[in-house]
């Protein structure tokens, strides 16, 4: 009894409001890290082409659904090629960012 209370205890919540992807992150915190710095780059409906620096920002809608979360989490942690620089490393905005991603561009 006491061994199913504590399983109990520590399921992960099911209340899943704002909780779309099956990484767990928030699509809706994520929209909001996107539109602050993601956005700048590749435009707000993500299909990029934005040259700030040297190389044309990818299209989203096509590069995020051939990446998996690991991948898609390595390029938001460390940068991508010369163009894009490191852009969250705490794992929570990582996990919403992706959340927000895959609602957006499937
Ligand atoms: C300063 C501009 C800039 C910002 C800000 C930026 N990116 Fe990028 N991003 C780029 C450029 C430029 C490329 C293409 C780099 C290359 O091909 O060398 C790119 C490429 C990518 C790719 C494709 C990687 C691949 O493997 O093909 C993904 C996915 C991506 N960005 C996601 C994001 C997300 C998510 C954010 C916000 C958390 C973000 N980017 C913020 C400029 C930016």
């Known amino acids: 009894m006491l061994v ?8 992960p919540e099911s209340d899943d409001s704002a909780d779309t992807s099956d990484g767990g992150g928030d699509a809706v915190a994520g929209a909001e ?3 602050g710095t993601c956005k700048n780059c590749h435009g ?11 190389t044309p920002s990818a299209d ?7 990446l998996s979360d690991a991948e898609l989490a390595d390029r938001i942690e460390n940068g991508f090629g010369t163009a894009m620089p490191s852009q969250f490393t705490d794992p ?14 499937p």
């Open 33 to 35: 890290l996107f539109g």
């Open 60 to 66: 989203l809608t096509v590069r995020a659904p051939a």
């Open 92 to 105: 929570a905005d990582v996990a919403d960012v992706i959340a927000y991603l895959r609602d957006t561009f």
């Open 44 to 54: 707000a409906d993500g299909t990029g082409g934005v040259d700030i620096s040297g």
């Open 4 to 11: 199913l209370l504590t399983l109990f205890a520590c399921a």
